[in-house]
């Protein structure tokens, strides 16, 4: 029998001449992506760590074992009622998001299993797909089955078939990103971009912590995720490299577009589990921290090595870092009956935490949870409406998350007129990438222009029951019902 080392070359390049079709008949541009060039360019296409389909096999089948080993071994009720209250809640964030954006990436993985320009990078997005199908079933199994706790945690599955505004944003992204994109764009902005960068801040950093907190399961799970990352993002490099070769300008553009949109989006999901919902005891480093070790750093390196520049809205971005997820949080809190997951107020001891990371920008924050505060304060516990807006809020045209860039002494929304309509945008670089594609972001409509053309209630708790599909026991609370030991409802807070 041959040694691995004799075939695996002969085996991963299995390119063959076509005689019955022309190049650009079978890899047409328009599914295989900008920008087109015939296959001898693409020869040298090259994965630097190989795996056969036979270690593949035994790797996953290993790896499998023991996620399941441990959902063997936790499970019982007593498992789930020790971990924080506010972790359940970074749990049901995690879950509704993740998983089935991970199905996305199945389909934008087999694009490139067809439509790749070289059959060594068709046979790694294989097992890139094969990958991806893992990371959908496995968090879909391990959480949903928490909903026999929790009714919130049905989101698991239900979340990108709702109408939820977060729903509507997420899809936005991952839509473009990872079920319609090309093999190019995707290697780029999944592969490049997503994967070794953001992906690390979820399932690297937030690991680290549901190990401090307690949470066997999710720490395993995550870890397991991670360890393919590693692999199937290798294909990113080497697509990345003949780009910027032939179209520089391009791959500059899908690297600051998709910089830009992960950021706003990895900022609400790890943001929000990172710097409120782990408990305070386990909190080593805080989000900023972990995005400039995990992502900032690592990300300049790499740009640097592929010849590219920073994206032109740096400074807007190292802005963004010491308030964007604090701006949508605050903003979320009082408007977290339109969510599925609930939400704590940060205490005094929170705040002098957040205030000794945040140097820069907690000052303009605290005065938030001030107010929050004294509203709970008048309110009766478990009343959450008293501390709550009902005013519809407004949505960004290009991400289509709240308007809360900048910060609480500047609003950075940004207005365009385009086609005889007008649109608004949270900060520069959302309306920068709409100004570059206005025909494809055009047409969509956010929550309020569907309210305003009557296709869905204006009414709040008629939006949530009716349009978002949310209900009595599964919209976000105060995970607390207000009552903390520091509000005193008879004095002041102490
Ligand atoms: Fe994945
Ligand atoms: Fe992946
Ligand atoms: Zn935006």
Redesign the pocket.
């Known amino acids: 029998m041959l040694k691995r080392d004799e075939w695996i070359d002969l085996a991963r390049k299995l390119e063959w001449e076509l005689s019955y079709v022309s190049e650009r008949e079978a890899f047409p541009e328009i599914v295989s992506g900008r920008t087109w060039l015939p296959q001898q360019e693409w020869a040298g296409w090259d994965e630097p760590y190989r795996t056969t389909y036979a270690e593949y096999v035994a790797n996953q089948h290993e790896k499998d074992r023991s996620v399941y080993a441990v959902r063997a071994a936790l499970g019982k009720p007593s498992d789930y009622e020790r971990l924080p209250r506010e972790w359940l809640d970074a749990l049901k964030l995690h879950a509704a998001t993740l998983p089935l954006a991970e199905f996305a990436a199945v389909v934008g993985n087999l694009r490139a299993v067809r439509f790749g320009r070289d059959s060594a990078w068709r046979s790694t997005a294989t097992l890139g797909a094969l990958d991806e199908l893992r990371h959908t079933h496995i968090p879909l199994l391990l959480m949903h089955e928490l909903v026999r706790h929790s009714a919130q945690f049905d989101w698991t599955h239900r979340f990108y078939h709702s109408n939820d505004w977060v729903a509507i944003a997420a899809r936005h992204y991952a839509d473009e990103l990872l079920l319609a994109s090309t093999p190019i764009d995707f290697a780029i902005a999944t592969n490049f971009v997503l994967e070794t960068g953001f992906t690390n801040l979820q399932f690297v950093g937030l690991s680290a912590l549901a190990h401090d907190v307690g949470d066997r399961m999710f720490e395993t799970m995550v870890t397991s995720i991670q360890s393919d990352e590693a692999r199937h993002s290798q294909i990113g490099g080497p697509v990345l490299e003949k780009v910027v070769q032939h179209d520089r300008a391009y791959a500059q553009y899908l690297v600051d577009k998709w910089f830009w949109r992960s950021w706003?989006l990895f900022a609400i999901v790890t943001g929000f589990a990172m710097d409120y919902l782990t408990p305070l005891e386990s909190r080593s480093q805080s989000f900023k921290e972990f995005m400039q070790e995990w992502v900032v750093d690592q990300f300049m390196r790499m740009l640097d090595e592929h010849g590219l520049d920073k994206p032109w809205y740096w400074p807007i971005f190292e802005q963004a870092l010491d308030y964007y997820h604090h701006m949508v949080y605050a903003s979320a809190y009082t408007y977290r009956s339109t969510v599925w997951f609930n939400f704590v107020v940060p205490g005094p001891a929170e705040r002098t935490w957040l205030r000794q990371k945040y140097p820069r920008s907690w000052d303009d924050i605290d005065p938030v949870w001030n107010r929050i505060t004294e509203r709970w304060r008048e309110a009766d516990p478990g009343n959450d409406f008293s501390v709550h807006g009902t005013a519809i809020v407004g949505f960004?045209d290009?991400?289509q998350?709240v308007l809360c860039?900048g910060t609480p002494r500047n609003n950075s929304a940004t207005t365009l007129r385009h086609g005889g309509r007008k649109y608004v945008?949270?900060?520069e670089p959302?309306r920068w990438i709409f100004e570059r594609e206005p025909e494809r972001y055009g047409a969509h409509r956010d929550v309020v222009k569907r309210v305003l053309a009557g296709e869905a209630p204006a009414n709040l708790v008629a939006l949530l029951r009716r349009y978002f599909g949310l209900s009595f026991e599964t919209w976000g609370k105060d995970a607390y019902r207000g009552e903390y030991a520091w509000i005193d409802r008879d004095g002041g807070a102490r």
């Open positions: 706003l960004c290009l991400c998350i860039a945008f949270c900060s959302c």
